[in-house]
């Protein structure tokens, strides 16, 4: 029988400098961090293949950005493959915008976000984007490339500290219930629906879309019988908040608490990564009830953020 081999990392992925924040309609800089984002590495292997899954605190990742990864990669003496790492996002509203001009999913363009060369391409012929701020060339905010470059060296790094970090193992699988997302567009009797609808009149009709409360489990074990991390697929982004300007991990940057610490020492979210079901992106996200938003006021820079445990991604 196949010996299997698993192996954890983790590097962070916080700017040093102040960033575009990815996710909204309207450009946001960030003011401060909130919490540290990161990039978690499991690396499995057998002894005829392997697979190396790297869970990013980003919005989302670019053909540009995995190729970038893997050509890092290329050329190890580790014995790993670049064409077995596979990179997730936990899909945040409050991580960087990154970008690069070879990357051929974005239409990025010049010393810009991809989401500004996006609305460059629709304006008319005689009109042109103004910054009404000094965004592209303020060195102290970190431009696309930069932090495109700063994202594909941290996840890179993840993965080879992961692979070469693997030990005899084993894993248990499982299956629960975690109600974490909830539908927020809301139909009405007119056949129109309505993201953050009012749910609360005689016109609505229904919820657009359900909600799937399944969370399924991967328990990683050492040859000890120690646990050592925890893979968990939600059905629901990271996403709790919409227009704040700090950098976060939000739904899953709140467990660097005591219990949390002590149930393990490394995990893996892995929301768009080991997803069989997904919600449609955009409609779904962590809510109370349909149309009502449950916000934490936001901490000043200078106070500690409110800790709330959750045995993952720490």
């Not at 299997?4 to 800089?29: C, H, M, N, Y």
């Not at 909830?182 to 009012?198: E, T």
């Not at 006021?297 to 045995?311: F, T, V």
Request: charged share 25%.
């Amino acid at each position: 029988m196949s010996k299997l081999k698993f192996g954890w990392a983790e590097q962070s992925i916080t700017p040093d400098k102040k960033v575009s924040l990815a996710g909204q309609f309207a450009e946001r800089i960030s003011e401060y961090v909130e919490k540290p984002i990161c990039v978690t590495a499991l690396a499995i292997s057998s002894e005829t293949d392997q697979a190396i899954f790297c869970a990013c605190d980003l919005v989302d990742i670019s053909w540009g950005l995995r190729d970038a990864v893997r050509a890092k990669l290329a050329g190890n003496d580790a014995g790993l493959d670049p064409m077995k790492v596979i990179i997730s996002a936990t899909h945040v509203h409050t991580g960087p915008r990154y970008a690069h001009r070879d990357d051929s999913s974005s239409k990025f363009t010049g010393n810009a976000t991809s989401f500004r060369a996006l609305i460059e391409s629709e304006l008319p012929p005689d009109k042109k984007y103004i910054e009404s701020a000094n965004i592209s060339a303020n060195p102290d905010i970190a431009q696309p490339e930069e932090t495109f470059e700063f994202l594909a060296e941290q996840i890179s790094k993840a993965a080879l500290a992961a692979w070469t970090s693997r030990t005899e193992g084993s894993f248990v699988n499982a299956f629960g219930r975690a109600p974490v997302g909830m539908c927020r567009r809301v139909c009405y009797n007119d056949g129109s629906a309505q993201m953050w609808g009012n749910a609360e009149t005689a016109k609505f009709t229904a919820v657009e879309g359900g909600n799937d409360s399944g969370i399924e489990l991967l328990y990683i074990f050492g040859a000890d019988g120690e646990l050592t991390g925890v893979v968990a697929n939600l059905a629901c982004p990271a996403q709790c908040v919409q227009h704040r300007l700090f950098v976060s991990p939000r739904l899953l940057g709140r467990g660097q608490d005591a219990p949390a610490q002590a149930f393990r020492r490394q995990a893996l979210y892995a929301s768009a990564l080991l997803a069989r079901r997904r919600p449609v992106p955009g409609r779904s996200r962590p809510l109370g009830r349909a149309g009502k938003r449950r916000e934490r006021p936001e901490p000043q820079a200078h106070q500690p953020a409110p800790q709330k445990g959750r045995p993952l991604h720490v």
